[in-house]
C-alpha cells in the first residue's frame, strides 16, 4: 500500500536527520499524523490514542510506535521492517494506571537512548501535556529538546511527485467545488449540499479517488458569513444569503484548497465592493510571487494593493499547505504576514485565502499555488468571483 | 443557533464547578473541543488553533477564548454575554513569538486568578505541552492541578434530550449502513462507495440533517481487515474480500456508530465461525447490561461466552459515547474492560464493539446501547449478521 516509492521515505529522513544534527537532537519522537505519515508512510485513523515515530541518528529506519490493534496497519501502510513496529498492549489505552509514553520510554531505554538529547513536538496536536511528564519521568536522563516543526519544515519544499499529487487534488477541487455551486439554491438543505460536496471530495476523479479532507466542508450562510469557521446545519438556504464556501480537494492526503462566496439574489452594494477589492488585490498579489521574495513582501504587496478601500484584513492571508490529517490542512510553518521573512523557493505551496469577515457579511476568494523557478502555478483554474444565483 | 435549552448548558456548568471544588479547582481551562461544545455551545472547526473555555468558580458564565476571527463564530453559537467572548489578535497564530496561552494567562490575571489552584486537562488532544509551559511561566503564583476528563466525566450520564439526539443518530446510523452495504459490491471503487457513504451521514433523515462524525468511515477490505483504522483507496473491490465497515450516524455532534462486516463471494470456514461466536458473545454480554453492574462485569460476560472458542481478544469490548469532535467518538472516560470498576447508570451511553483482526482476516458486530432505569434499549435496530453478497 506504500504510496511512494521507498526511496523518497529515505530522503525525507536523512533530511529530517540533518535538522536534528543542526539542533542538537539524537533521537526525535514525531506524532503529529502528517509527519509520521512523511516519514514512514503510515497511513490509519489510530490517532486517537497516543502514538508515533521514533527517528534516531543512531539507526538507519524509523520505529514505528502504537497500539495492539494498529500494528497490521502499520505492516501495511509502511516500508519498514517488521522489527521497527513496535505495538502496545490495549490496557495502556486511557487507562488510570498505565500511560503509551512509559511504552515508549522503554524502548528508547531498551535501544540504550536514555541519556540521549531527545526532541519531542511540543506545541503539536497529538502530543499532549501529560507525555512530556510520562517521558520526562520515565527517562531522567534524557534531555529534552523542542523538535516542534522540525519534520513540518522539511516538508516545505514538495518533490515533484508530491507536486503531481497535489495538482490532481486540484483536480478534485474544481469538480468540488463545482459540485458545491450546482447544488446550494434557495430551499436546499445546508446538510444536503454537504453531502454533495463530500461526496465529491471523497470520489475524486475518474482516475483518482479522492480522499478525506484535514478540515470538513466550511460552508457558512447569511449572518454566519461573519466568521469563517461554522459548517453546516438542516436549515434550508434562503433567498438574499450570502454564502461562503472553503473547501478543498484531497488526493493521498495532499491538500489544493479553494474558497468561492455565493449570493443567492440580488447581491448588496457592500459585497459587490468587496467583491472587486479582494479579487483586484489578489489579482497583485500574485504579480509578486517568485523565488526569492519573502512571505513578508507577499502579504506587504496585498496590504498595499488594498489600501484606501473600505477593506480592512488584520489576519495573515496564506500559509504553506500540502500533505495533512485532521485538523488542519496548514502546515503551520510559513504565514503570508508581517515578520514572516522565510524565503520562497521552488516547490513550496501556498493557500492564500482572503477572507473578510464583517458584522454581518463576508467573502472569501482564493488562489492554491506551487512556486516555481521563476514565479508560481496554480494548482487548478476556476474563476474567482461573486457566484451570484 | 443554540442547540439546547439555556437552562440545560447551565446545569452542566453547575455540575462541572461541583467536580472543580471536589477537586480543589478554582479556575478551569477546558480545551477539548467536545467540552468546550459541551458547556457553552461554541461549535465551529477553529480547533486547529489554540482555544477554550475558562470555568472559574468567582464566575456564574464561562468565557470563550480564541482566535479574532472566530469570535463572530461564538457569538452565534454561543449563550454567552459577549464581554465574556475574548479572541487574540491573529499574529498569536502559529507564531515564532506570541502564544495564544499568553493571552489566555493575561486574561487569568485580569480577573484575578492568578494565584488559584488552575485545572488544565493535561492529556487532552488539543492542550499541547506548551500549552502548559506557556501558562507556567505567566502564572508563577498558580498552582497547577490535572483537569484531564473533568467535564469528560460530567458528560457520562446523557440529559433526555441528549439521548434523543442520539437516537436520532442511530436513525441516521442506519440509513450509513444500509447505504453501505447496497453500494459496495464487486469492482465498485472503494473510494465510490465511501463517498456514498459520507453523503449519507452528512444528510441524515428527511427530518433531521447529519452532521460530521468525528471519525471518518472506517472501510477495510481483503487484508485490510486484520486491523481496525484503515480508510480507504481508489482501488475496486475484489471477489472474495471481507470488508468491515465501522461507521456512524451523527446528530448535532452526537455519535451511534454501527460496525458490520460483509463478504463478497463465499465466506471461508474461519470468518464464519468468528461471526457465530461474535454475535452470540454479544447475545450473551447484552444480557448483563443494567444499572448496578460495573464495566468490567459486563467484560467477563464476553470472555466468558467465548471461552473455549477460537476468537481471543485481547482489547477492550467497548467505551463511553456521547458528543464527540475528531479524532475520537469515545468519551475517554469508561471502557468495557477488566480493572473499570464504574458502576453502570441510567442514561449512560456505550458503544460496545467485537473486533477480531487475524493475521489476514477480521469482523466486527456491535451494539450502541444507552442504559435504562432496568437494563439497556439499543440506539437503533440492525441485524448482526455477517453480509454476504
Not at 529530517?16 to 539542533?23: A, L, Q, S, V
Not at 519522537?29 to 486517537?48: E, I, K, R
Not at 449570493?263 to 452594494?269: A, E, M, V, Y
Not at 489600501?307 to 488584520?314: N, Y
Request: with cysteine; proline share 5%; charged share 25%.
Amino acid at each position: 500500500m506504500l504510496v511512494f516509492p521507498e526511496k523518497e521515505y529515505k530522503q525525507r529522513i536523512q533530511k529530517t536527520k540533518e535538522r536534528m544534527k543542526g539542533e542538537g537532537i539524537d533521537v526525535l519522537f514525531v506524532s503529529q499524523p502528517a509527519n509520521m505519515n512523511y516519514l514512514t508512510g503510515y497511513d490509519g485513523w489510530s490517532f486517537y490514542v497516543h502514538q508515533g515515530v521514533i527517528v534516531s541518528l543512531d539507526q538507519a529506519e524509523p520505529m514505528w510506535v502504537g497500539r495492539g490493534m494498529d500494528g497490521n496497519g502499520a505492516k501495511l501502510t509502511t516500508f519498514l521492517s517488521h522489527e521497527n513496529i513496535r505495538s502496545y498492549a490495549d490496557d495502556y489505552v486511557q487507562s488510570k494506571v498505565k500511560h503509551p509514553m512509559m511504552f515508549v520510554a522503554d524502548i528508547i531505554k531498551e535501544k540504550g537512548w536514555g541519556g540521549k538529547s531527545i526532541g519531542v513536538e511540543m506545541d503539536q496536536f497529538y502530543f499532549t501535556h501529560r507525555n512530556y511528564v510520562e517521558l520526562e519521568k520515565a527517562l531522567p536522563n534524557a534531555k529534552f529538546k523542542d523538535g516542534n516543526l522540525l519534520v513540518n519544515m522539511v516538508r516545505q519544499v514538495k518533490s515533484e511527485e508530491e507536486i503531481r499529487f497535489m495538482k490532481i487534488a486540484g483536480q478534485i477541487a474544481v469538480k468540488v467545488m463545482q459540485t458545491a455551486i450546482d447544488t446550494i439554491d434557495v430551499g436546499v438543505r445546508e446538510c444536503d449540499a454537504a453531502a454533495a460536496i463530500a461526496a465529491a471530495e471523497y470520489r475524486g476523479t475518474a482516475e483518482h479517488g479522492g480522499d478525506y479532507p484535514a478540515i470538513v466542508p466550511l460552508m457558512m450562510a447569511g449572518e454566519g458569513t461573519s466568521t469563517p469557521h461554522l459548517t453546516w446545519s438542516d436549515k434550508k438556504y434562503q433567498k438574499d444569503e450570502p454564502i461562503i464556501l472553503e473547501l478543498t480537494g484531497v488526493y493521498k492526503h495532499y491538500h489544493a484548497p479553494i474558497a468561492r462566496t455565493m449570493f443567492l439574489g440580488t447581491p448588496p452594494p457592500l459585497i459587490k465592493e468587496v467583491a472587486d477589492v479582494v479579487i483586484h488585490g489578489l489579482g497583485e498579489t500574485l504579480q509578486v510571487v517568485k523565488p526569492g521574495v519573502t512571505c513578508e513582501d507577499v502579504e506587504a504587496k496585498w496590504r498595499q494593493a488594498i489600501s484606501g478601500t473600505k477593506v480592512v484584513k488584520e489576519s495573515r492571508i496564506g500559509y504553506s499547505i500540502g500533505l495533512n490529517y485532521p485538523p488542519d490542512w496548514g502546515e503551520q510553518t510559513m504565514s503570508l504576514r508581517p515578520g514572516d521573512k522565510t524565503v520562497l523557493q521552488p516547490n513550496m505551496a501556498f493557500h492564500i485565502i482572503l477572507g473578510i469577515w464583517e458584522e454581518k457579511v463576508g467573502f472569501e476568494a482564493d488562489a492554491t499555488i506551487r512556486i516555481t523557478e521563476k514565479g508560481y502555478e496554480p494548482l487548478y483554474e476556476f474563476a474567482n468571483k461573486l457566484y451570484v444565483k
